[in-house]
C-alpha cells in the first residue's frame, strides 16, 4: 500500500502539472492608465520550463499614443525574450534559475513594458500553453 502512495507522487509528462503566467503588457501614458497586452510568460516549475512569446500591433499602440517609442517597446520585449532563453544575451541572470528568472521578469516596475499579476493553472504541455495564452490574451 505504501507502494501506491509513492506512485501517486510521481509526476509524469502526461499529467497536468501546476505552471504560472503573465501578461506582458505596454502601458504608453501611465497618467491615463491605458494598456496593452503584447505578450505572456509561462512558467512550469515541475517541467523546468521558462517562456515568453509576444505579438506587437503596432498600429494599435500608436492609437494609444502616436508619440510611442517603438524602438523603445521592440528593445525591451527582446530583452524579455533574451532573460527567458539564458545564454550570454540575458548577462548575469543566465546564470539564475528558470524560477528567479521568472520571478524577475514579473516584478511590477514602473517601465512602459509591464508584467501583469501572476496566475497560475494546470497543464500537460507548457509550450501549448504559452501558444493559448498568446493567442487568449494578446491577438
Given at each position: 500500500?505504501?507502494?501506491?502512495?509513492?506512485?501517486?507522487?510521481?509526476?509524469?509528462?502526461?499529467?497536468?502539472?501546476?505552471?504560472?503566467?503573465?501578461?506582458?503588457r505596454v502601458v504608453p501614458r501611465v497618467e491615463r492608465g491605458e494598456a496593452m497586452n503584447v505578450g505572456v510568460v509561462v512558467y512550469c516549475?515541475?517541467?523546468?520550463?521558462?517562456?515568453?512569446?509576444?505579438?506587437?500591433?503596432?498600429?494599435?499602440?500608436?492609437?494609444?499614443?502616436?508619440?510611442?517609442?517603438?524602438?523603445?517597446?521592440?528593445?525591451?520585449?527582446?530583452?524579455?525574450?533574451?532573460?527567458?532563453?539564458?545564454?550570454?544575451?540575458?548577462?548575469?541572470?543566465?546564470?539564475?534559475?528558470?524560477?528567479?528568472?521568472f520571478r524577475w521578469l514579473t516584478a511590477p516596475r514602473s517601465t512602459i513594458v509591464q508584467p501583469g499579476p501572476v496566475h497560475a493553472g494546470?497543464?500537460?504541455?507548457?509550450?501549448?500553453?504559452?501558444?493559448?495564452?498568446?493567442?487568449?490574451?494578446?491577438?
Amino acid at each position: 500500500m505504501s507502494g501506491d502512495r509513492v506512485r501517486t507522487n510521481i509526476r509524469t509528462a502526461t499529467e497536468p502539472t501546476v505552471f504560472e503566467y503573465a501578461a506582458l503588457r505596454v502601458v504608453p501614458r501611465v497618467e491615463r492608465g491605458e494598456a496593452m497586452n503584447v505578450g505572456v510568460v509561462v512558467y512550469c516549475r515541475a517541467l523546468d520550463y521558462l517562456g515568453c512569446r509576444t505579438h506587437l500591433d503596432e498600429k494599435r499602440l500608436l492609437v494609444l499614443d502616436p508619440a510611442l517609442n517603438l524602438d523603445g517597446v521592440r528593445a525591451a520585449l527582446r530583452g524579455v525574450d533574451a532573460l527567458c532563453r539564458g545564454g550570454e544575451r540575458a548577462g548575469q541572470a543566465a546564470a539564475e534559475a528558470p524560477g528567479a528568472r521568472f520571478r524577475w521578469l514579473t516584478a511590477p516596475r514602473s517601465t512602459i513594458v509591464q508584467p501583469g499579476p501572476v496566475h497560475a493553472g494546470l497543464t500537460e504541455d507548457p509550450a501549448a500553453e504559452l501558444d493559448r495564452l498568446l493567442d487568449l490574451l494578446v491577438r
